[in-house]
Structure formats: structure tokens, C-alpha cells
């Protein structure tokens, strides 16, 4: 449990920044075959690397502030439920919306209540134009998720090194980067 008052509420959920203190949550969570079945390759983590993350998360608080990944709670009753992000894609300039939870918090709507929460945040208080979401060709329920909490589908997307199912969140509908389609396009723009 943590001491510290939450970095953000909603209405059922509290998230809090993630500490060493968080570890064992952690490994329990990427322990379990459910909750990782669409994660990367599928395969649960080991202890090592949940340690690295560890490592890893809270500095990216300071270096990117107002992006990171927050350990979730349930207010009523303090249980861990999983995780939230709101953080770069590696090698990319996309912020992507993220979630992870446990089996038990599954089918509660905690994912879609998170999920939204940092999408308003992002768009809100961090002035973001585009927001995206990133889901296994064939988890249904988190491309569901994603939906629900605003973000459209947008197709295919290469992300983590495999082809994605690509959704995104504008906050203004008028604004979309236009990019070049080929060559002769680019051209066209000098």
C-alpha cells in the first residue's frame, strides 16, 4: 500500500507513482499467462525483469514529466488492480495510452475509467494534440477499451518491433498532420 497521495483519482481508482516498494505487485501481475496472452511475445516476465523496470519507471518522471506509468489502486479498499501509463513509444514520438491489469479487475470497467482519465489528462492539463493506443491483432476486449475511451481506429501501426492494431484520440478533429503519400508528393510541397 502506498503512503503517498495519489498522483490521480477517478472516481473508483487511485493512481500512485511506482517504487521498488511495488515490485512483488508487479511480478505477480506479469506472472500471470492471462494478463500477459497479448503482451509482446506472450511470455511472462522474470523476476529480473520486472526488477529493470522498476529501475527504469521512475526515472522517466522526472524526464518526461506529466508522462509515465502509475501503479492503480481501488479507492474503496486500497486492492492493487494493475497499471496505467501515459508515456513515449520507444524509438517514436507517439504518446500512447496503456493499461495492465490483474485477472481479478478484468470486466469492471477499471481499464476503460483509467484509460479515459489519462486521455483527458493528456488532451487537458499536458496540451497533447494526439493520443494513441496499440493493441494485439486479436485482443478484442482492450481494442474494445480503447474505444470506449475515446480513441478511434486508425488501422495498422508498426510499434514494439510487430505490426499493431493502431487506435488514436485527437483534441481537435481539425487538426491531423498531413503527410506526404511518395516521393513525387513531397516534391510537390518544396
Same mark, same amino acid.
Given at each position: 500500500?502506498?503512503?503517498?497521495?495519489?498522483?490521480?483519482?477517478?472516481?473508483?481508482?487511485?493512481?500512485?507513482?511506482?517504487?521498488?516498494?511495488?515490485?512483488?505487485?508487479?511480478?505477480?501481475?506479469?506472472? =500471470?499467462?492471462?494478463?500477459?496472452?497479448?503482451?509482446?511475445?506472450? !511470455?511472462?516476465?522474470? $523476476?529480473?525483469?520486472? =526488477?529493470?523496470?522498476?529501475?527504469?519507471?521512475?526515472?522517466?518522471?522526472?524526464?518526461?514529466?506529466?508522462?509515465?506509468?502509475?501503479?492503480?489502486?481501488? !479507492?474503496?479498499?486500497? =486492492?492493487?488492480?494493475?497499471?496505467?501509463?501515459?508515456?513515449?513509444?520507444?524509438?517514436?514520438?507517439?504518446?500512447?495510452?496503456?493499461?495492465?491489469?490483474?485477472?481479478?479487475?478484468?470486466?469492471?470497467?477499471?481499464?476503460?475509467?483509467?484509460?479515459?482519465?489519462?486521455?483527458?489528462?493528456?488532451?487537458?492539463?499536458?496540451?497533447?494534440?494526439?493520443?494513441?493506443?496499440?493493441?494485439?491483432?486479436?485482443?478484442?476486449?482492450?481494442?474494445?477499451?480503447?474505444?470506449?475511451?475515446?480513441?478511434?481506429?486508425? /488501422?495498422?501501426?508498426?510499434?514494439?518491433?510487430?505490426?499493431?492494431?493502431?487506435?488514436?484520440?485527437?483534441?481537435? /478533429?481539425?487538426?491531423?498532420?498531413?503527410?506526404?503519400? =511518395?516521393?513525387?508528393?513531397? $516534391?510537390?510541397?518544396?
Amino acid at each position: 500500500m502506498s503512503a503517498a497521495a495519489p498522483w490521480l483519482t477517478t472516481r473508483r481508482l487511485a493512481l500512485h507513482e511506482i517504487t521498488d516498494a511495488h515490485a512483488n505487485e508487479l511480478y505477480e501481475l506479469d506472472s =500471470d499467462p492471462r494478463v500477459m496472452r497479448y503482451i509482446g511475445s506472450g !511470455r511472462l516476465s522474470t $523476476r529480473e525483469q520486472v =526488477d529493470a523496470a522498476i529501475r527504469r519507471v521512475p526515472r522517466a518522471y522526472g524526464r518526461y514529466p506529466g508522462l509515465g506509468t502509475w501503479r492503480a489502486t481501488r !479507492r474503496d479498499n486500497g =486492492d492493487f488492480i494493475g497499471w496505467f501509463a501515459l508515456k513515449y513509444i520507444p524509438r517514436s514520438a507517439e504518446v500512447e495510452v496503456g493499461y495492465r491489469l490483474r485477472y481479478a479487475a478484468w470486466g469492471r470497467g477499471y481499464a476503460t475509467e483509467g484509460a479515459s482519465a489519462l486521455v483527458r489528462y493528456g488532451f487537458i492539463d499536458l496540451g497533447l494534440y494526439r493520443i494513441i493506443g496499440v493493441t494485439h491483432p486479436d485482443n478484442a476486449a482492450s481494442q474494445r477499451v480503447l474505444q470506449k475511451a475515446g480513441l478511434a481506429d486508425a /488501422g495498422w501501426g508498426r510499434y514494439y518491433e510487430r505490426r499493431l492494431r493502431l487506435f488514436e484520440a485527437v483534441r481537435n /478533429g481539425a487538426w491531423r498532420p498531413q503527410w506526404p503519400q =511518395d516521393a513525387a508528393a513531397a $516534391r510537390a510541397l518544396r
